[in-house]
């Protein structure tokens, strides 16, 4: 069970703004909801053709499981570093979703966003 400075830990340790670890072409966020942390990776994907766009949706998504472990791994060893307790990560979920931003019948060019959720459950 988490505890009320668990919870305040976790919560300095994902927020993202004012000059924090956000930003760039692709962000990783995260929302606590009970003891159920829910990560969102999203990115822009620009597609030059209709043939590439399996391979490189497969390479987005081999990058996004890489960040998302790797987020966890640091939020893992940030809250070791502040609490002296070891913070334990069970997945329940992962899955992604591809939203077409923009395509034109005159351009081969695609524009997607693609995003991967996740959800685990943590505790102390």
Do not use: H
């Not at 472990?69 to 640091?74: E, G, R």
């Amino acid at each position: 069970m988490l505890s009320t400075n668990d919870v305040n830990i976790l919560g300095n340790l994902l927020n993202t703004t004012f000059g924090k670890s956000g930003g760039g072409t692709s962000t990783v966020t995260g929302t606590l909801q009970g003891d159920v942390l829910s990560l969102k990776f999203s990115t822009m994907v620009y597609f030059a053709c209709e043939r590439s766009m399996r391979d490189q949706v497969n390479l987005v998504a081999e990058e996004s499981i890489a960040r998302l472990k790797n987020k966890l791994s640091n939020l893992k060893k940030d809250f070791r570093d502040i609490t002296d307790n070891t913070l334990k990560i069970n997945e329940l979920s992962s899955r992604d979703d591809l939203e077409l931003v923009q395509a034109t019948s005159n351009s081969p060019r695609k524009i997607a966003c693609y995003r991967r959720f996740v959800d685990v459950q943590v505790d102390v």
